[in-house]
DNA sequence: GCCAACGTTGGC
DNA sequence: GCCAACGTTGGC
């Protein structure tokens, strides 16, 4: 059972909208980068919890948390000709870009802070803390995990 | 297969 | 809205 962190701009999706969608679940499409599609087909499994980070926003942070509920098949969007995240180039005999679903678990008292993540010793393997680290799926380590979960609780 | 140009990301 | 840091593209 691993930890992830997936970014999320609040303006297009945020936490409260993953806790209003049917079954608190949502298929988390759209990322069109070859490291995290890596991380999203081979990877992240069902039962993995999922930091759902809030970035290009008043309160940049991490929100919540959610879990996986399917693990990695392909994206539809790709396919889809009016979709902002199609590709024409992707073939569907051998799709090039994957989702997982995810599943509300929790929001938390308040958005744990960039800043406050940032100033934590300890965490230092987390790429929201490198800088130019621009991946939109990243794996968090389990003792940062922990570390995290007890900040922003 | 190199690499410059370009587009995007995302904190500030 | 600025700009640094990346990833991708495409000519050669």
Not at 134 to 153: D, F, G, K, T
């Amino acid at each position: 059972m691993n930890y992830w962190l997936f970014k999320a701009e609040p303006a297009a999706f945020s936490i409260d909208d993953l806790a209003a969608m049917p079954e608190q679940t949502e298929h988390w499409d759209g990322v069109r980068n070859y490291q995290a599609r890596n991380y999203l087909r081979d990877e992240i499994k069902v039962g993995d919890n999922v930091f759902i980070y809030h970035s290009s926003c008043k309160n940049i942070g991490i929100a919540g948390l959610a879990e996986v509920v399917k693990s990695g098949y392909p994206d539809h969007t790709q396919f889809d000709p009016d979709s902002p995240y199609h590709d024409p180039k992707s073939d569907p005999e051998n799709p090039r870009w994957y989702m997982v679903d995810v599943k509300f678990v929790e929001k938390f008292p308040s958005v744990l802070p960039l800043s406050k993540i940032k100033s934590e010793p300890a965490i230092s393997e987390l790429g929201v803390v490198k800088k130019g680290h621009r991946l939109s799926i990243m794996p968090v380590l389990q003792n940062e995990a922990e570390i995290l979960l007890a900040l922003a609780r």
